[in-house]
């Protein structure tokens, strides 16, 4: 067989009698370029059509807009965390009401007081992890449930290791509502809102710093003893720890309303329920479905699969899997940041908190003392210190009031949490993170360092509280500041 020529066929179509047979062709060969072209267009529309369109999680957010969910959780993040203050700084209170019932030394009273910091320290790292596995909201209804369980339990108890033993297991709890809650609330929020929201939460730290001793105030004013046993009785101070607890569980209560988080669950392969929770917030922002804003599908997130499905698994490869996300933190280039930043924060700690919790002690200690004989801190510590460890002096009447003044002295320092926050926002804009930061703390190590030679009242109180003050303010700000540091996804 010969083969095909090509020459031929051209030659054939340049020939003068074979024009009326070309147009044709050259029409059709038009006509069907046409027609392809009209195909392709046309076809991802088609597409699109069958597929809806996905949306990103954070623009489905700008859509809804800001509403009555993003309310919900502002509060609800809120009274958890009064809950966290009222079950940790709480104990500054109760350490000084319970000495006569459980016959507490200064070092039984810093046990007392460091027990639920303890689990807090121990468990943080656990609960966080579990709520990335399992879900922030469950992770927050059973701890919340399950530490004020324990908190009613720890009221009952008679003797002071069965009580600093609950509140070790209380601290082990509320870990969970500590070291998720920022997380919960900035996932119902836009990235615009997400700084605002979390400043406005930090504001109920500062509530929590005044319900303390303003719940204190009024009842342990109250004088009264219920004998229920030889060696038990119920005082207005086991009263006040039931008082305490009604922040958490208004939020629990909340809680039982509110959906999962459905970034959480985007991340989790739940596209379905994401878009569920998605549509609830939309609901009840505007009182419309999400199609009819024209969502029909979530777009997934970028995830860590195998890492969020390994709660099966025994509990040896569960610290296996956090060890592996653990270990790029002391490895260059993390370790000098996440170092810097670990002391920094304990510091910051060791101040607001460490020392605030002795705060009502020394200011009761404070009330005592006479305009004639004024005493520095240093001597009122040294002088309780003696009073609380002479133990073979049986014949020393036990004491556990606590004065007006220190009441109010703690009051005043919970509202000055709360200007504080109210007020950072605009200081951070004036002079930038890192100058706060910075000038806070010079300014509270000037307070510090005075209060051992200053001896007027008013003096002391004002010193002690900007002391304690400006590290508290700075933990969030320095919390901030560690996201950017160390990226919180290594992967």
Same mark, same amino acid.
């Given at each position: ?22 147009? &044709? ?26 597929? &809806? +369109? ?15 969910? #993003? ?7 809120? =009274? ?10 709480? /104990? ?61 339990? *720890? ?20 870990? !969970? ?25 930090? +504001? ?22 219920? #004998?229920? *046993? ?5 005082? &207005?101070?086991? +009263? ?16 039982? /309303? ?45 995830? /860590? ?18 060890? #592996? ?19 920094? /924060? ?29 005493? %520095?801190?240093? #001597? ?55 100058? %706060? ?13 005075? =209060? ?18 400006? &590290? ?6 320095? !919390?901030? !500041? ?10």
């Amino acid at each position: 067989m010969a083969p095909h020529n090509n020459f031929s066929d051209i030659k054939l179509a340049i020939e003068p009698n074979s024009h009326k047979n070309v147009a &044709p062709s050259v029409e059709n060969i038009e006509n069907s370029s046409s027609a392809r072209n009209a195909k392709e267009i046309s076809a991802p529309s088609t597409s699109q059509d069958t597929q &809806p +369109l996905q949306h990103d999680y954070d623009t489905v957010l700008d859509i809804i807009g800001y509403g009555r969910t #993003q309310w919900l959780m502002l509060i609800t993040s809120g =009274l958890l965390l009064m809950m966290v203050i009222n079950e940790t700084m709480g /104990m500054s209170i109760v350490t000084i009401a319970s000495q006569c019932d459980f016959a507490t030394t200064s070092g039984d009273k810093a046990i007392m007081s460091a027990a639920s910091f303890a689990g807090i320290v121990l468990f943080s790292y656990v609960w966080g992890y579990l709520s990335d596995a399992t879900g922030r909201r469950r992770i927050l209804l059973f701890a919340t449930f399950g530490g004020s369980l324990c908190a009613l339990i *720890s009221m009952f108890m008679p003797s002071f290791w069965y009580f600093v033993f609950m509140r070790f297991v209380v601290g082990c709890f509320i870990a !969970g509502p500590s070291s998720t809650i920022y997380a919960f609330l900035g996932e119902f929020h836009a990235r615009r809102h997400n700084a605002l929201a979390m400043n406005y939460a930090s +504001l109920f730290v500062g509530l929590g710093m005044t319900y303390v001793p303003a719940i204190a105030w009024l009842v342990l004013s109250m004088d009264w003893s219920l #004998q229920l *046993s030889d060696s038990f009785a119920f005082r &207005p101070w086991r +009263l006040m720890m039931i008082v305490n607890l009604l922040p958490g569980l208004i939020a629990a209560c909340i809680l039982l /309303m509110l959906p999962e988080s459905p970034k959480l669950l985007l991340s989790l392969h739940k596209d379905e329920e994401a878009l569920a929770a998605a549509n609830w917030i939309c609901k009840c922002n505007t009182g419309k479905d999400l199609k009819q804003l024209g969502v029909k599908k979530l777009k997934p997130e970028r995830t /860590m699969v195998d890492k969020v499905h390994i709660t099966s698994k025994s509990c040896f490869q569960t610290v296996k899997h956090i060890w #592996q996300e653990t270990r790029p933190l002391v490895h260059r280039p993390y370790v000098l940041n996440f170092l810097l930043s670990c002391v920094t /924060m304990c510091g910051l700690f060791f101040s607001s908190n460490g020392m605030g919790l002795w705060f009502p002690e020394i200011q009761n200690r404070l009330s005592m003392t006479t305009a004639e004989n004024p005493e %520095t801190i240093c #001597q009122i510590i040294i002088d309780t210190l003696n009073d609380r460890n002479d133990l073979t002096n049986t014949s020393k009447v036990c004491v556990d009031e606590i004065s007006d003044k220190s009441y109010i002295d703690s009051i005043s320092m919970g509202l000055c949490y709360v200007v504080g926050y109210l007020l950072i926002g605009g200081i951070i804009k004036l002079f930038g993170r890192k100058a %706060t930061v910075i000038g806070s703390l010079l300014l509270s190590t000037v307070c510090g360092v005075t =209060l051992f030679w200053l001896r007027n009242p008013t003096a002391i109180v004002v010193s002690f509280i900007v002391f304690l003050t400006l &590290p508290g303010l700075c933990i969030s700000l320095l !919390g901030s !500041g560690v996201v950017e540091l160390v990226p919180t996804h290594l992967w």
